[in-house]
């Protein structure tokens, strides 16, 4: 038999929704901004998401966003990757410690960080830890 986990919590129910055809579609745009308040949110994940190559904004707004302590977890491609520890230093910078690192995976890379508070540098200082190759498909 299933339960329920002590933190999950009941969904509200959506009432009055129009037809799908009827709602607007939403802009193809990088969501830097994202509609939430600040430290409002227990985890962000980004997964297979660092494609763009601002990926400073993105890592400010998980900040953000973020509760002190909250967690940053990161999956992505381990090809796109010239130097984990640059990148990881890149991102400590950016008021997150790493809690884990895992590089076994031949394909994959998984980081998980917490927030301890906002970014530790200016916002035109560079950090070239945080430029990603492009990543590379083969053909099967």
């Known amino acids: 038999m299933f339960e329920e986990p002590e933190w999950a919590e009941e969904a509200p129910v959506a009432t009055g929704l129009e037809p799908v055809a009827a709602r607007p579609r939403p802009a193809a745009a990088s969501q830097i901004k994202v509609p939430l308040e600040d430290e409002s949110v227990d985890v962000a994940v980004f997964c297979l998401s660092l494609m763009g190559t601002n990926i400073r904004d993105f ?7 973020l509760k002190p302590g909250g967690l940053l977890k990161v999956a992505e491609v381990s090809s796109r990757f010239e130097d984990v520890r640059t ?12 809690i884990s690192k895992d590089l076994t995976n031949s394909h994959f890379f998984l980081f998980d960080f917490e927030k301890t508070g906002p970014p530790r540098v200016g916002p035109k200082a560079q950090l070239t830890g945080l430029k990603l190759q492009p990543c590379l498909y083969k053909r099967r």
């Not at 990148?87 to 790493?98: D, M, P, Q």
């Open 59 to 65: 890592l400010e707004e998980a900040n953000r966003v």
């Open 87 to 98: 990148f990881l230093g890149a991102v400590t910078k950016l008021g997150f410690k790493v």
